[in-house]
């Protein structure tokens, strides 16, 4: 019961709270933007930074899923004398002897330099390597030819080949049926291949066929490397037997390693680097609370008749308040709308660049508007206690 002669105070209506919270921001438009603008920064990155890490984990998960995750390589070492150990001429024909195996293949080093012309000493060699491959290279890892044609059963017996795309960059070849330096002979590139993203040491090299390498270039037919596809829930019990199946009684000198794993390690590495952005994120965000903070406590000072008024003429210190936390809420949320269009706009705009569907989790929208909210109300919360315990007099003498 309120006693004789003292009026119940005013309720303000939620259309009303929102209009008296908005006084203060419209009369200080310039204020505004510069306080809000480290909300926005501090929301931008954040959004943008988990936008831009989900649209590359999903490129790379369907990467992943395209090259599939059932590639195996068994690559020759050296044995315990530091001595090359080269795999039998049979490694692939035992591989595919394996039950879950559906196909396998293989590459091996060929000691021939390559260089553009004859009229480049072989001492500056273009940092390509040659190698002899198979005819269902190809299929067995997922790629295909770029430009050109691949290395077919006739191919594979003449001295032509084909170019990885980064030797086919070092040697300035650009099209099919330029001759280039392969030992003392020249040879036809007839192809130039896709980048080889399970196997991206392929992009280095000059392919040509087992045959047209024993025939040319002193090739002993020994493969180097061997590559498998099994069924996908065969991969670990085929990976336990691939080293002692290409090469019997050595297998301690054969490496076995699954191509994927280095995709999905990468996946994991964007996961540290993108909680490490989250944090700086957080930081701006905070120093852009602290900035919201700043302009509250100025805009009380600034604005002491104003309060001393409105208690004059009936304002409670609820009403004053409500008034200056509402003030800090708007001030947030507008640089938190435009920080979350900002990193939205920035994750379309980058992952359409780099190749991939653009991804932003509405989770991320919905966390830094929450986020934007809780910063309003721990900015706003001293000035409001501040502003709602000046008394009128005072206020109004000070003003």
Do not use: C
Not at 85 to 114: F, H, W, Y
Not at 144 to 156: K, N, S
Not at 232 to 259: K, M, Y
């Amino acid at each position: 019961m309120n006693p004789p002669g003292h009026p119940r105070p005013a309720r303000l209506s939620p259309a009303d709270v929102l209009r008296v919270g908005a006084v203060g921001l419209r009369a200080r438009r310039a204020r505004v933007v510069l306080s809000s603008l480290g909300i926005a920064l501090g929301i931008a990155t954040m959004v943008a930074v988990v936008g831009l890490s989900t649209s590359s984990r999903a490129d790379l998960m369907s990467r992943l899923d395209r090259l599939g995750t059932n590639l195996l390589t068994a690559e020759a070492g050296k044995d315990p004398l530091g001595k090359e150990v080269k795999l039998p001429k049979n490694a692939v024909a035992m591989v595919e002897r394996v039950g879950p195996v559906r196909q396998a293949t293989a590459t091996a080093n060929v000691d021939a330099r390559i260089r553009r012309s004859a009229a480049v000493p072989e001492e500056r060699a273009a940092g390509v390597t040659t190698q002899a491959a198979r005819t269902d290279l190809l299929e067995a890892l997922g790629t295909r030819v770029e430009r050109g044609a691949w290395l077919d059963r006739g191919r594979e017996r003449l001295p032509v080949t084909v170019l990885g795309r980064i030797a086919a960059q070092r040697l300035g070849v650009t099209a099919p049926g330029e001759k280039i330096m392969m030992g003392d002979r020249y040879v036809v590139v007839v192809g130039i291949l896709a980048p080889v993203e399970l196997v991206p040491t392929l992009d280095r090299v000059a392919l040509v066929g087992f045959p047209a390498a024993e025939r040319y270039f002193g090739f002993d037919g020994h493969p180097t490397t061997v590559f498998e596809r099994s069924a996908d829930a065969a991969v670990d019990d085929v990976r336990a037997v691939l080293a002692r199946t290409v090469n019997p009684g050595q297998e301690g000198t054969v490496t076995v390693s699954r191509p994927s794993d280095a995709l999905a390690a990468k996946a994991a590495t964007d996961k540290g680097l993108t909680a490490l952005m989250l944090g700086l994120g957080a930081v701006a965000l905070l120093v852009g609370g602290v900035g919201v903070a700043n302009t509250m406590v100025i805009s009380v000072i600034e604005r002491r008749a104003e309060i001393g008024l409105r208690r004059a003429i009936g304002a409670t210190r609820g009403h004053i308040r409500l008034q200056f936390l509402t003030e800090s809420l708007l001030l947030t949320a507008l640089g938190g709308a435009a920080g979350a269009g900002i990193g939205a706009l920035a994750t379309y705009g980058f992952s359409l660049a780099q190749g991939w569907t653009p991804v932003v989790p509405p989770w991320s929208l919905a966390g830094g508007l929450a986020a934007t909210l809780v910063i309003g109300v721990l900015a706003g919360l001293y000035p409001a206690t501040r502003a709602a315990r000046l008394r009128p007099a005072v206020a109004l003498s000070t003003g």
